[in-house]
Structure formats: structure tokens, C-alpha cells
């Protein structure tokens, strides 16, 4: 497996807290009963809140399909570490990887005197010869 692969589950991750955020975004403009400030162009709004609930609607589903796609990798990461021998290299692979943690934390929580670096080449030199 790549190290882009096994990135996936990284950046899915992100994906679906962005758009989280965003959905969060529209409700709250959705839901906003604030006075408006008058002598602005503006359009209806009504249309306003309909075009609101439909990409709400929207966003929901494109959330719900990412989180899918989120449990699916995972899994498919949690295999393949658990397909390794090496227990040191299933560990940093299941930080870094799983849990998301930089190659500092992970060197700190191995402990053992690892280095950020000795943990990153350790991973890599694993993934170029697997």
C-alpha cells in the first residue's frame, strides 16, 4: 500500500469536518431572523430559504456518503496494519496513519529513545520494500 493510500482516510477525515463546518454555515443562515439593513439590494427570501434548504439537503447527503467512504477505509487501513508482522512498524503505522498523529508524537509515544525522524524512515523504508 502507498503512503498516498494510506493518506486517504487523513484526508476524508477533513473533507467531512469542512463540510461540516459549511452545513453549519447554511443552517445558521437558514435559521437567521436578524433585521436586515435596508436600502441594500437583496433578493426574495423566501427563494432565499428555499435555495438554503436544498443545498442543506444537499450537503447532508454528500456528508453522509463521505462518512461511508470514511468507514470503508478505515477499515481497509485497519487491515492491512493488522496484516503486518512487525509490531514497532503496525504501531507507528496505526498512529500516524489511524489516529492521525505527526511523526514528533508519534516518536514521543513510542518512546524508547525514537526520533521523529528514525519513526518516519522506519514507516518509509517499510512501505518501499511492501
Request: proline share 1%; aromatic share 8%.
Amino acid at each position: 500500500m502507498t503512503n498516498r493510500e494510506l493518506n486517504q482516510l487523513y484526508w476524508l477525515n477533513r473533507e467531512i469536518a469542512r463540510d461540516k463546518q459549511r452545513l453549519q454555515e447554511l443552517i445558521a443562515a437558514a435559521t437567521d431572523t436578524s433585521s436586515k439593513i435596508t436600502g441594500l439590494p437583496h433578493a426574495s427570501g423566501v427563494s432565499d430559504k428555499t435555495a438554503l434548504a436544498v443545498e442543506i439537503a444537499y450537503l447532508k447527503g454528500v456528508i453522509e456518503s463521505k462518512i461511508q467512504q470514511s468507514y470503508y477505509e478505515y477499515n481497509r487501513l485497519i487491515t492491512y496494519i493488522n496484516s503486518i508482522e512487525d509490531s514497532y512498524i503496525r504501531q507507528i503505522l496505526t498512529l500516524r496513519y489511524v489516529n492521525g498523529l505527526s511523526w514528533q508524537q508519534i516518536a514521543h509515544h513510542m518512546g524508547g529513545g525514537n526520533t521523529s525522524d528514525g519513526v518516519r524512515m522506519a514507516c518509509n523504508r517499510y512501505l518501499r520494500s511492501h
